[in-house]
């Protein structure tokens, strides 16, 4: 074994993969995973763990591992994540703790998310679950949104004692796990569902169909049901668009919209109750995560998928994962591209997407080359459908409806890194605060905002 190279792990074939919307990514098994994590270094000042926004013991749980201890490997994480099994498919760990690894260096770093799907996958199958509090502090915390952060802020109050309860709006619980990334990336029933109810073993309970700032208010849950303090983890699910031409035609629709019907609503059966349109040529505007899922699930629905993005490949802001497995599959990239307007039939559907050619230019605000248009470069693509993936902002409904909750100008809750709001006994987290970000630092953002909470309202006694 080459101890300076990754065990490689076993995918789907992309011919076979590009078809189906079962999980690409097969994981390790137990030989692969103790092979894998003998390569650790078990370093003195791990970087790892600095590299990861909720400080797991990466060392300690991978040293486990290798003492074929699941169980122990299982413990050291969840004193820091909630969501392994979640997390060790989704997070972008290239840029976080694998960019860190020592062993990385000089040679390949530690597949630690990998491993931490291991240890999920395999505790989950032998029946380890976390542990709930045996006592209660007799006090009551709401959280709004069952997604990310949401869970890991109930699942660390839950453990220090209160008694929580999650108000989530849609019919089912888990945010953007559920609505927003593919079966084929995050399985539902064997990962999503199974995590969340790890989080009610420890107590907490989940109300869904509960839009707050309609079913409820902030004000009447604090006021009238005697919440000592309110968590608002409520996701950003309000989707942005170019506001180009054509863009109200019929074949258009967000990325939320359609991984949403996809996803939560099960649309890519045959059998589902609420399909969506299948288009034969679709085109992805975006070059995120959310775009890759969105470009990846039209190909499974039997579209011809090409991905239209501004910048070029090394200013793509998804994972390099994802572009590759996309890149498998044969989704074409149109690069240095951007849309002008969207070309409408006589029938009211979209017929094609008017393009031009884009050069980078100086470095803007985010610190990428600002996309420059080529005069006189435009050109068409042909299709049917059009997908905009450009990211998403917070609903306003739950500013609007609180008393003395800030938001700046991009519809975000103003809140420290604590996750205190300007309305004493309410805190915020994740996207609703950040705008649309990752799942990790989403979980990051709650557990920080449950300490805050703990210290609160121990000092208000």
């Known amino acids: 074994m080459d101890m300076m190279k990754k065990v490689p792990v076993r995918e789907q074939d992309p011919k076979v993969r590009a078809a189906n919307f079962d999980e690409v990514c097969l994981g390790y098994n137990k030989e692969e995973a103790e092979a894998e994590a003998s390569r650790c270094l078990q370093c003195k000042n791990p970087q790892c763990v600095q590299g990861c926004p909720v400080s797991i013991n990466i060392p300690g749980f991978i040293a486990k591992i290798k003492e074929h201890d699941i169980p122990g490997a299982y413990e050291v994480i969840g004193q820091s994540s909630t969501l392994p099994a979640v997390c060790g498919r989704v997070c972008p ?31 989950r199958l032998m029946g380890v679950r976390p542990e709930a509090p045996e006592e209660k502090n007799g006090k009551k915390v709401a959280v709004i949104g069952a997604g990310p952060s949401g869970l890991a802020c109930a699942s660390d109050l839950a ?23 593919p079966e084929f990336r995050l399985p539902k029933e064997k990962v999503v569902d199974k995590e ?15 839009i707050i700032g309609k079913s409820v208010t902030i004000d009447e849950l604090m006021d009238k049901e005697g919440y000592d303090a309110v968590f608002i983890g409520s996701g950003a699910g309000l989707p942005r668009f170019m506001n180009i031409p054509g863009e109200q035609a019929m074949g258009v629709f967000s990325a939320n919209e359609y991984l949403t019907r996809s996803n939560l609503m099960h649309a890519y059966r045959e059998d589902a109750r609420t399909p969506i349109y299948r288009g034969k040529k679709t085109v992805v505007v975006g070059g995120g995560n959310v775009a890759m899922d969105a470009a990846r699930t039209a190909l499974r629905l039997g579209a011809e998928t090409t991905i239209v993005y501004r910048r070029s490949e090394a200013e793509l802001p998804a994972r390099k994962e994802e572009v590759h497995h996309a890149k498998e599959e044969e989704i074409q990239f149109h690069l240095l591209t951007n849309p002008v307007e969207i070309l409408v039939g006589e029938d009211g559907w979209v017929k094609g997407i008017r393009c031009i050619r884009m050069e980078l230019g100086e470095p803007d605000a985010s610190g990428r080359r600002r996309p420059i248009e080529i005069p006189g470069s435009e050109f068409v ?23 003395g909750l800030e938001t700046n100008r991009k519809g975000c809750l103003v809140a420290d890194e604590k996750g205190t709001t300007t309305r004493p006994g309410v805190f915020a987290g994740g996207d609703a605060v950040t705008g649309a970000a990752t799942v990790i630092l989403a979980m990051g953002a709650g557990r920080r905002a449950a300490a805050a909470i703990d210290e609160y309202l121990k000092n208000r006694n």
């Open 93 to 123: 760990q290239e840029t976080q703790c694998e960019g860190k690894c020592i062993r990385g260096i000089k040679g390949e770093a530690i597949s630690i998310g990998k491993l931490e799907r291991y240890v999920a996958d395999t505790a």
């Open 159 to 181: 453990k220090l004692g209160y008694e929580v309860t999650i108000f989530e709006a849609l019919h089912k619980a888990g945010g953007v796990l559920s609505y927003g990334i």
């Open 381 to 403: 693509i042909d299709c049917d459908s059009v997908i905009m993936a450009l990211g998403t902002s917070p609903n306003p409904l739950i500013s609007r409806t609180t008393e």
């Open 196 to 210: 969340i109810d790890n989080v009610k073993s420890l107590g907490v309970r989940i109300e869904t169909d509960c």
